[in-house]
């Protein structure tokens, strides 16, 4: 099976338990319901006033819970100028008393991260204790060859359009998972 399809089985499934127990009482909530019935959430995941072009930095969090006895911890910290982004680092902590689970994300990072090892400006690291495994990567979208990590996500449905990492395409993405931001 091709990295591709493993990252998106994995993301896709990562998602739907994040979805799950996700709440936030400042946030406006917006849903839809299309002709089959499916209803969408959508959270409002920065301030009204925020300028969506403008330069700056974000502290993210997504509130995710991951079933009985796992507790998940999603950062994020987003660098941008002129609505792009410069760099973005993600920090997915998963916390249980359970090995196998432990085991289960700790193969998963490791496979997605695997596709990555020889992009450059893609970092990722995995460090697995007695009852967590954080998965952390750091993105330097300045520098990195967009061609190639293209290579590796498909051009559809990415954050990139035109050579840069839009930072309105971040936020929407990150909206439908339930992240608020705010600007520090």
Same mark, same amino acid.
């Given at each position: 099976?091709? &990295?591709?399809?493993?990252?998106? &089985? %994995?993301?896709? %499934?990562?998602?739907?338990? %994040?979805?799950?127990?996700?709440?936030?009482? @400042?946030?406006?909530?917006?849903?839809?319901?299309?002709?089959?019935?499916?209803?969408?959430? !959508?959270?409002?995941?920065?301030?009204?006033? %925020?300028?969506?072009?403008?330069?700056? !930095?974000? @502290?993210?969090?997504?509130?995710?819970?991951?079933?009985?006895?796992?507790?998940?911890?999603?950062?994020?910290?987003?660098?941008?100028?002129?609505?792009?982004?410069?760099?973005? !680092?993600?920090?997915? @902590?998963?916390?249980?008393?359970?090995?196998?689970?432990?085991?289960?994300?700790?193969?998963?990072?490791?496979?997605?991260?695997?596709?990555?090892?020889?992009?450059?400006?893609?970092?990722?690291?995995?460090?697995?204790?007695?009852?967590?495994?954080?998965?952390?990567?750091?993105?330097?979208?300045?520098?990195?060859?967009?061609?190639?990590?293209?290579?590796?996500?498909?051009?559809?449905?990415?954050?990139?359009?035109?050579?840069?990492? !839009?930072?309105?395409?971040?936020?929407?993405?990150?909206?439908?998972?339930?992240?608020?931001?705010?600007?520090?």
């Amino acid at each position: 099976m091709k &990295l591709k399809k493993i990252s998106l &089985l %994995f993301i896709v %499934f990562l998602c739907c338990i %994040f979805l799950c127990g996700c709440s936030d009482e @400042k946030s406006e909530n917006t849903s839809t319901t299309d002709v089959t019935g499916t209803t969408t959430v !959508k959270k409002t995941i920065v301030s009204d006033d %925020f300028d969506m072009n403008g330069t700056g !930095k974000l @502290k993210c969090r997504t509130e995710a819970s991951a079933g009985e006895g796992i507790d998940v911890d999603l950062n994020y910290e987003v660098n941008y100028k002129k609505g792009n982004i410069l760099n973005l !680092k993600s920090i997915q @902590k998963v916390t249980s008393s359970s090995s196998s689970s432990l085991d289960l994300y700790e193969t998963s990072y490791a496979n997605i991260a695997k596709g990555y090892k020889n992009l450059k400006y893609y970092d990722t690291k995995i460090v697995r204790d007695s009852n967590s495994v954080t998965y952390t990567i750091y993105i330097d979208y300045d520098k990195i060859d967009v061609d190639g990590l293209l290579a590796i996500e498909g051009a559809e449905d990415n954050i990139i359009k035109r050579g840069k990492a !839009k930072l309105s395409l971040w936020l929407d993405l990150a909206g439908k998972m339930g992240t608020v931001c705010e600007e520090v």
